[in-house]
């Protein structure tokens, strides 16, 4: 197992993230707890020490899972991480009882690495508003020991990424983003990792094959990348891109079942980032990818002007693109939480006025009705 030094430990390069756990009859709440400490046996023999889980997961038993799972090893053995869960705006002035029970159900008495969960439009102001006490409560806990290392989750854009660190970045050790070699360009990626970078922070990654979208591709590009690596399994790519990236220290995969911790485990043995043809490769693969679904707005701003409703229009086509892309997720509509109603694509008259002055000649009227229909669906 390649491992990454962080200050005084070395942590596994794949960690394994609990949020995908195997189920039993396919209820996401009941986890079928003899496949999990079969994983995590074999992930613990085959050098993983990093084990993320959250509040949320599995209706709240993903926690409960992995403390029995780990209960047998020694707590010196392995890193568990846990976040506070901001995604819920209702949660914000329970972090003292929330964290209480996060340390319960995981039967551990502090957790190696905690985050800020999912730092985001929908709530970066709450976290930031010092009513709640939150950043101060987790700066105390690592004070007393019971975190050993502080972070945060970023599904946010940059800017409200930077607005968090400018606030707090002070006491923050690491960042979770969402990174893949679809999203260095879709969803800016890029971008945050040179964000983070500024700061010296190393990055943590989520959804490394993008929710298994990049597990398998269509023939065309398999066979294209086949031909540059031909012993290299497909799922490997996305992993090889991200040994590319410097920043990257632990790659969370949520794996579901045994063959799948295998498979990842054995690309992990060996570090082999991608050569410059390799990379534009699959940099290429991922444009053709987004380009089927997506529409091709440069964020020129032109319509914006001629909004008489004055909508955002070219953030509005992103997270339309996003949403089209992912066939729905949770992405969006955490987005558009944040802003008044008057400006989400409901509020489009389809007056086509934009569309006038789009170089792009984006059907825009058309696609804030779909994304009206998506968004309702």
């Given at each position: 197992?390649?491992?990454?030094?962080?200050?005084?430990?070395?942590?596994?390069?794949?960690?394994?993230?609990?949020?995908?756990?195997?189920?039993?009859?396919?209820?996401?709440?009941?986890?079928?707890?003899?496949?999990?400490?079969?994983?995590?046996?074999?992930?613990?023999?085959?050098?993983?020490?990093?084990?993320?889980?959250?509040?949320?997961?599995?209706?709240?038993?993903?926690?409960?899972?992995?403390?029995?799972?780990?209960?047998?090893?020694?707590?010196?053995?392995?890193?568990?991480?846990?976040?506070?869960?901001?995604?819920?705006?209702?949660?914000?002035?329970?972090?003292?009882?929330?964290?209480?029970?996060?340390?319960?159900?995981?039967?551990?008495?502090?957790?190696?690495?905690?985050?800020?969960?999912?730092?985001?439009?929908?709530?970066?102001?709450?976290?930031?508003?010092?009513?709640?006490?939150?950043?101060?409560?987790?700066?105390?806990?690592?004070?007393?020991?019971?975190?050993?290392?502080?972070?945060?989750?970023?599904?946010?854009?940059?800017?409200?990424?930077?607005?968090?660190?400018?606030?707090?970045?002070?006491?923050?050790?690491?960042?979770?983003?969402?990174?893949?070699?679809?999203?260095?360009?879709?969803?800016?990626?890029?971008?945050?990792?040179?964000?983070?970078?500024?700061?010296?922070?190393?990055?943590?990654?989520?959804?490394?094959?993008?929710?298994?979208?990049?597990?398998?591709?269509?023939?065309?590009?398999?066979?294209?990348?086949?031909?540059?690596?031909?012993?290299?399994?497909?799922?490997?790519?996305?992993?090889?891109?991200?040994?590319?990236?410097?920043?990257?220290?632990?790659?969370?995969?949520?794996?579901?079942?045994?063959?799948q911790m295998q498979k990842n485990i054995r690309t992990f043995e060996e570090n082999?980032?991608?050569?410059?043809?390799?990379?534009?490769?699959?940099?290429?693969?991922?444009?053709?990818m987004v380009k089927k679904i997506a529409l091709p707005c440069t964020a020129c701003?032109?319509?914006?002007?001629?909004?008489?409703?004055?909508?955002?229009?070219?953030?509005?086509?992103?997270?339309?693109?996003?949403?089209?892309?992912?066939?729905?997720?949770?992405?969006?509509?955490?987005?558009?939480?944040?802003?008044?109603?008057?400006?989400?694509?409901?509020?489009?008259?389809?007056?086509?006025?934009?569309?006038?002055?789009?170089?792009?000649?984006?059907?825009?009227?058309?696609?804030?009705?779909?994304?009206?229909?998506?968004?309702?669906?």
């Open positions: 197992m390649i491992t990454k030094e962080f200050q005084d430990l070395k942590l596994s390069a794949l960690g394994m993230g609990a949020m995908r756990l195997p189920v039993v009859g396919g209820d996401d709440a009941c986890i079928d707890e003899a496949a999990v400490q079969q994983m995590v046996d074999y992930a613990i023999a085959h050098g993983v020490n990093y084990f993320d889980t959250a509040w949320g997961y599995h209706n709240g038993q993903s926690e409960l899972a992995m403390g029995r799972a780990l209960k047998k090893y020694p707590r010196e053995s392995f890193c568990l991480a846990d976040k506070f869960p901001g995604y819920d705006l209702s949660n914000m002035g329970k972090v003292r009882e929330i964290f209480e029970e996060q340390l319960s159900k995981c039967q551990v008495e502090y957790f190696d690495f905690y985050l800020f969960h999912n730092v985001c439009e929908m709530n970066i102001d709450a976290y930031l508003d010092e009513k709640y006490g939150i950043f101060q409560y987790l700066v105390e806990q690592k004070r007393r020991g019971r975190i050993r290392h502080l972070g945060f989750s970023a599904h946010g854009s940059y800017d409200v990424m930077k607005r968090f660190l400018e606030a707090y970045g002070q006491e923050m050790e690491f960042c979770q983003i969402q990174l893949n070699y679809l999203d260095w360009d879709f969803q800016d990626a890029k971008s945050k990792v040179e964000l983070l970078r500024s700061w010296h922070l190393p990055v943590w990654v989520m959804e490394p094959l993008r929710g298994g979208r990049l597990a398998a591709l269509e023939q065309k590009d398999e066979e294209t990348l086949k031909a540059l690596r031909p012993d290299e399994e497909i799922p490997a790519w996305a992993f090889r891109f991200l040994q590319s990236v410097p920043e990257v220290g632990v790659v969370l995969s949520g794996m579901s079942n045994l063959e082999k980032p991608l050569n410059e043809e390799e990379r534009d490769s699959l940099l290429r693969i991922a444009d053709e701003h032109y319509c914006v002007s001629h909004c008489p409703k004055g909508l955002a229009i070219p953030d509005l086509l992103a997270l339309y693109n996003e949403h089209c892309f992912t066939g729905g997720g949770f992405i969006a509509p955490m987005a558009l939480s944040a802003i008044p109603r008057e400006k989400w694509p409901t509020a489009c008259i389809g007056c086509r006025s934009c569309e006038k002055v789009c170089p792009q000649q984006i059907k825009v009227s058309e696609a804030m009705a779909d994304f009206s229909r998506r968004l309702e669906a």
